[in-house]
């Protein structure tokens, strides 16, 4: 299994350049392609500027192999020359947007097939907002104002992402919809990085990280690490 990143949006303004370095330097060992996944803001017709933007951002800091796949509907995410792409990827960084449509359109389709190979074989999977929240095992769809079925890549975890803006009050909402999950706050600028199997995080970014649990919530600062 690869290296898991969850990150709670506004990603590329300058102060996630640290935990995304990271990433690039994991993603060389495997030497495969580095797949954005731009889907998430294909809701409101944003999926190209958004890959845009994450191309120019990756480029950057030196990336070479690059490419943002145009996975925008139910038929693109069953394309197999794309799915074959992501299949081969040694770094995948799925964008935010929309996470029920994001969830929706990748469902049962050979692209998620292709995101579960390149993980098991290795390669680094991040996701940012409505990206880090769908590869968990359940997730807010605030649109629906439900508790969804995540891709569960991450199981018994539920990310709050934005929640220094507009997130904090979701475990209130909604923790009694999900009573075996825990809740895990991630600030905008900001993520952590880890392993499933190890549920030992590093924060990065901007602000912090903070896990709720029944008795209360703590908060992990970026440059400290946290076990789950």
């Not at 969850?6 to 935990?19: H, V």
């Not at 950057?60 to 943002?68: D, E, T």
């Not at 996701?127 to 991450?154: E, H, N, R, T």
Request: charged share 20%; hydrophobic share 40%; glycine share 12%.
């Amino acid at each position: 299994m690869g290296i898991l990143f969850f990150a709670g949006g506004a990603e590329f303004k300058g102060k996630m350049e640290a935990a995304d370095r990271v990433l690039l330097a994991s993603a060389e060992r495997k030497q495969g392609p580095i797949i954005i996944i731009p889907t998430a803001a294909a809701a409101e017709n944003n999926a190209e500027g958004a890959g845009r933007n994450a191309l120019k951002w990756f480029r950057k800091l030196g990336a070479q192999r690059i490419v943002s796949l145009p996975i925008v509907d139910k038929e693109s995410a069953d394309d197999p020359v794309l799915s074959n792409q992501l299949n081969r990827a040694s770094l995948v960084y799925i964008l935010g947007g929309h996470p029920g449509f994001l969830e929706k359109t990748l469902r049962a389709s050979r692209c998620l097939e292709a995101l579960w190979a390149a993980y098991r074989n290795g390669a680094v999977l991040a996701g940012s907002s409505a990206g880090a929240m769908v590869l968990c095992g359940q997730y807010v769809d605030p649109w629906a104002q439900k508790i969804k079925k995540g891709f569960g890549f991450q199981k018994g975890m539920i990310v709050i992402p934005h929640h220094d803006t507009s997130g904090s009050s979701w475990p209130r909402m909604y923790s009694e919809k999900a009573p075996a999950s825990r809740w895990i706050g991630i600030d905008e600028q900001t993520g952590m990085i880890g392993r499933a199997e190890q549920n030992l995080w590093s924060v990065y970014g901007r602000g912090g990280v903070t896990v709720y649990d029944p008795g209360g919530s703590k908060r992990h600062k970026a440059g400290t690490t946290f076990k789950l």
